[in-house]
């Protein structure tokens, strides 16, 4: 495969193909954890670490893996890693693996991964598998993030950072950086709504709208664009008519 | 219809394989971390008992609890507060939404003296949260907690993670009643 290409599988899932803007794929994490930015944070790089080593590991194997029995292979390869990264997670960041909750372990039937493992790494090589799952690990993190920042701000009025990363809380006195957008001093004017299940599907939505809004602006000027290009060429084909004639 | 032996020994052996693999790796990652969780969660459990009687309380030792009839206790630690005593239960509930974990603090004429929650994994965990847990752990209205226990029961006692939640209180409130 040439650069070209490598660059292409790595790009493709950060925007052009983002797994949840573009294909909405994964919208159950996606709704769940992104009631913060951090949560949202832990879940992206622990999605992200999921999607590239199982990308790599179908790929290493999809010489081996017999045809008729491809799925269960790809979800018994993808529940080693969930369980791995859930252990890890537990032990090493405790606060993490309880805001994330049951949603970590439900990367199992994540279809994002699942579905990169079939449409992708069983058909390419391990360097293109491993660029498509960091490409679309960061395209997912991105958009969940961008999610979680509307709802976060909206819902709360702040943006929090040490509660899941009790590093950033232990490196600050024991106490969580609070962000003050939306509230302070005698002034609150947060939604709580966005803090809920419905905020989630409303940030969600409007996201969607903004994206397919500019989408259409752009599908519209190049229309607009294409019909000036060919108004100006007739009228210089008539020009040139009349000066011929 | 006739079978290919060959290729689905093959098929059963890739599959064995692939499992094999995943389940040594899982096990050896179980080794090295289990100590490290079980650590955590024994800390977490003894700032979660400080939690519930502050800083003044003295904790004695953690007796396990292992039966039918109390389904949802699974340990109660004796506790000293003031010169008196009373008794911290580590309770644990499942239902088809998750797992809610909570750590009660009883006074010895068996009403709540507070409650911590240690887990609350259920897929409406905000819901129980916003709606019971907050209003039971931080009462309105100068109400004691075992005011705001009974009022819960009108305010949202028909919702599945109330009505657990309220089965785990009042199951360790019976264990201690009969001075087990």
Known sequence: MAKGEHKQSFIAGIIAENPLFVSLLGMCPALAVTKSLESAIGMGILFTIVLVCSNV???????VIPEEVRTPCFIVIIATFVTLTKM??????????SSLGVFLSLLVVNCIILGRSEAFASKNGVLDSFLDGIGNG??????????????????????????????????????????????GEGYDVSFSIFSTPAGGFLVLGITLAIMAAINNMKANKKKVDARIKAQKAKEEAAKKREVAQ | MKIDWKSSFKIALIITAIASVGAITIALTNVLTEPIIKQNRAQREQNGLKKVFGDNATFGDKVELKEDKYQYLQAYYPVNIDSSSA?????????????????????????????????NTESYAVTLKENYLDYLINPKDKKTHEQAFEDTSVKCGATY?????????????EHYKEGK
């Open chain 1, 57 to 63: 590991l179908v790929s290493l194997l999809r010489k």
């Open chain 1, 138 to 183: 960061i395209g997912f993190l991105m958009a969940i993030c961008l999610i979680a920042l509307f709802r976060e701000v909206l819902g709360t009025g702040q943006l929090t950072f040490g509660n899941t990363f009790t590093f950033i809380a232990d490196a600050h006195n024991g106490e969580p950086i609070k962000l003050w957008i939306l509230k």
């Open chain 1, 88 to 97: 890890f997670t537990e032990a090493f960041l405790p606060e993490l693996y």
């Open chain 2, 87 to 119: 008794r911290v239960y580590s309770t644990k509930g499942t239902n088809a939404y998750g797992d809610v974990a909570l750590l009660v603090g009883l006074n010895a004429d068996f009403t709540i003296y507070n409650i911590a929650v240690m887990e």
């Open chain 2, 161 to 173: 993670g109330a009505k657990l939640v309220k089965d785990m209180i009042n199951q360790a409130k």
